[in-house]
């Protein structure tokens, strides 16, 4: 199979910015600093990276012998974004792929935001009941820095994901590829499918449910099947969900009515 246009320039993309990541600035930090999407409430934060964090992936995983380059988020996704990207654009045309998938992108930004901003208020409640300033939290968080005395208040798991949270930084084209997944499974659900260490081929319209439901039961009980324990599952899902909608919409008032080109 061949390549189609769109898809041809994200894979460019994608990679110009790990390999810019991986050469500039120590363990890629200076790209994450300004790419990556941070919380909102955190200095780090700048509105553009709303976009930029969906063309930026993981460049380092932490193991015993220090920090080590890591290929397989970016090797994974752009499979995928080649594998099902390219029968769907061929499939909608260029204009509503590029629509569709920064869409599915900003869905599971938004849907993992929405998720990170329950977590930490929950325990910014939390404090200020008990009599601390919100302010002061925050400049405090801002600096790098947090009061053990949070401990005793939010215990010692909640105090982890607050700062967790207000810490956190996302990157990887993950969530618009979910989109994309769905996409294929509604314009082509007949499609068989396999993974690579489960050979067996299984239809587009069970395939991929499944891996919705795999994901879906991460992000409750935070057990990883394919990715690594810090995969954004609510983004996963986000994507997919944006993905389903536009395409019921676009599916549900003839397609062809609405095709861009």
Do not use: C
């Not at 080649?82 to 930004?109: C, D």
């Not at 005395?149 to 939010?154: D, K, R």
């Not at 607050?162 to 996409?183: K, Q, T, Y």
């Not at 990883?224 to 676009?250: E, K, R, V």
């Amino acid at each position: 199979m061949g390549i189609s246009n769109t898809v041809k320039h994200l894979l460019i993309i994608n990679v110009l910015v790990w390999i810019g990541a991986l050469s500039i600035g120590q363990y890629g930090e200076v790209f994450n600093n300004l790419f990556a999407l941070h919380f909102p409430k955190n200095d780090l934060f700048q509105i553009w990276q709303i976009i930029t964090h969906m063309f930026m992936h993981a460049t380092y995983v932490t193991t015993a012998n220090g920090p080590t380059i890591y290929i397989q988020h970016i090797l994974f996704n752009m499979f995928a974004l080649w594998m099902f990207g390219t029968a769907v654009e061929r499939a909608i045309g260029q204009k509503k792929f590029i629509f569709f998938y920064i869409s599915a992108g900003l869905g599971a930004a938004l849907l993992q935001l929405g998720y990170y901003y329950f977590k930490f208020y929950s325990g910014m409640d939390a404090l200020t009941a008990s009599g601390l300033d919100q302010t002061t939290i925050m400049n405090t968080l801002n600096e790098g820095k947090y009061n053990t005395g949070w401990n005793t208040i939010l215990g010692s798991d909640g105090l982890q994901s607050f700062l967790g949270v207000f810490n956190s930084s996302m990157v990887g084209a993950s969530g618009a590829i979910m989109g994309v997944l769905v996409a294929f499974g509604m314009l082509f659900p007949e499609s068989k499918l396999m993974l690579i260490f489960l050979p067996i081929p299984i239809k587009a319209k069970y395939f991929i449910p499944a891996i919705i439901a795999l994901d879906l039961i991460s992000a409750i009980t935070g057990q990883s099947f394919f990715s690594p324990g810090n995969t954004a599952y609510i983004a996963h899902i986000g994507g997919a969900l944006t993905g389903f909608i536009i395409m019921y919409f676009w599916k549900k008032d003839q397609f062809d009515k609405y095709r861009w080109n």
